[in-house]
């Protein structure tokens, strides 16, 4: 029992350090970011953290932050680091804010890094996954920010005003700042790694149920995907898709166990997204990588058959980039 207990206490170190060693690349490493391109034609390898993924690009931040735009292909291999049973392949949708990543390519023309090859470590997967499920912690942490940033704004204002107050106004400027930096430490600290999704809008969740202990599409959970993708079409057509990126996320009630529930709801969202794909051709560099929240998340009381039926679920959310859409409050 003392023998397990010591693994456990060591585990958990190995997982803090790791977190701690990436948080301080994306977040003290963001005062010091700057770009820093790749020579036309120069074949490089390096490392970092991804520190924000748009589309098939993402930014990788070494430690003293400098930044390189990679550029992700469907020729792009995607994998763990050598091991002695050799690589696991991963699809790009793994590529996700707080990785810590090791890239090799070649640079083009635009000083963007053109990836032959991306590769990480699986304990580095697992804690990025682990914190997935913080985005609304943050959306509470950005809104003490901002309610911080505006107090800071309003004491500004009255320091213009008079200068008999300017000393008092600047105190109380300087003490919102320390609240406003303050408030971004426990929000990065709460959700370090977390995906980018805060700089996307929801325009559209699809949901697509399945029967009990069932990961297989049925007539009805096909015509509901086939609605969705007939109406992604015709925004299509008028213009509307710029910046869309799709997010797949499984569900499943509370028949069964925990551990169970989690690897049905993943079956699930991987069913959705493998009858996307061979149907309707979706690119898989359109896709932030998917999540079965197993039996966390209902929507509906799982004490009835026709709640738990609404928790079997998979939800299809169409998300569109904010400073593409010109929703982001600056």
Same mark, same amino acid.
């Given at each position: 029992m003392r023998s397990k207990a010591c693994i456990v206490k060591l585990t958990i170190t190995v997982l803090t350090l790791t977190a701690l060693s990436v948080? %301080?690349?994306?977040?003290?490493?963001?005062?010091?970011?700057h770009l820093v391109p790749v020579p036309p034609g120069s074949k490089q390898?390096?490392?970092?953290? #991804? &520190?924000?993924?748009?589309?098939?690009?993402f930014k990788m931040r070494d430690p003293v932050g400098a930044e390189t735009i990679v550029v992700v292909t469907p020729s792009t291999k995607v994998s763990t680091h050598n091991k002695f049973s050799g690589k696991d392949k991963y699809q790009v949708t793994y590529l996700m804010r707080g990785l810590r990543v090791q890239v090799q390519g070649v640079g083009d023309s635009n000083g963007n890094l053109i990836a032959d090859? $991306? /590769? +990480?470590?699986? *304990?580095?997967?697992?804690?990025?996954?682990? $914190? @997935? !499920?913080?985005?609304e912690?943050? @959306? @509470?942490? =950005?809104?003490?920010?901002?309610e911080a940033e505006a107090t800071a704004k309003k004491l500004a204002a009255q320091i213009e005003e008079t200068a008999a107050i300017a000393q008092l106004a600047n105190a109380k400027?300087?003490?919102?700042?320390?609240?406003a930096d303050q408030a +971004?430490? !426990?929000?990065?600290?709460?959700?370090? /790694? #977390?995906?980018?999704? !805060? %700089?996307? !809008?929801?325009? *559209?969740? #699809?949901? $697509?149920?399945?029967a009990v202990g069932s990961s297989t599409l049925n007539a009805d959970a096909r015509a509901d995907i086939d609605e969705?993708?007939?109406?992604? *079409? &015709?925004?299509?057509?008028?213009?509307?898709?710029?910046?869309?990126?799709? @997010?797949?996320?499984?569900?499943?009630?509370?028949?069964?166990?925990?551990a169970k529930n989690r690897a049905l709801s993943e079956r699930r969202a991987k069913t959705v997204i493998n009858y996307l794909v061979l149907q309707y051709n979706l690119d898989l560099r359109r896709l932030v990588?998917?999540?079965?929240?197993?039996? %966390?998340?209902?929507? =509906? &009381?799982?004490?009835?058959?026709?709640?738990?039926?609404?928790n079997r679920r998979v939800e299809i959310r169409i998300l569109q980039n904010k400073g593409i859409a010109n929703t982001i409050t600056k």
């Open positions: 948080l %301080s690349v994306l977040g003290q490493g963001a005062k010091n970011a390898k390096l490392q970092g953290v #991804i &520190s924000t993924r748009d589309n098939d690009t090859w $991306v /590769r +990480f470590n699986e *304990k580095d997967l697992r804690n990025a996954q682990a $914190v @997935e !499920d913080t985005n912690l943050a @959306e @509470e942490n =950005a809104a003490r920010l901002a400027a300087d003490a919102a700042q320390r609240v +971004f430490k !426990d929000a990065a600290m709460a959700n370090a /790694r #977390i995906n980018g999704l !805060d %700089s996307y !809008d929801i325009i *559209k969740t #699809i949901p $697509v149920l399945f969705a993708a007939m109406w992604a *079409k &015709s925004e299509k057509e008028k213009g509307n898709t710029n910046g869309w990126l799709v @997010e797949v996320v499984g569900f499943a009630d509370r028949t069964g166990n925990t990588q998917p999540y079965g929240y197993g039996e %966390s998340k209902p929507i =509906a &009381s799982n004490k009835t058959a026709a709640g738990r039926a609404e």
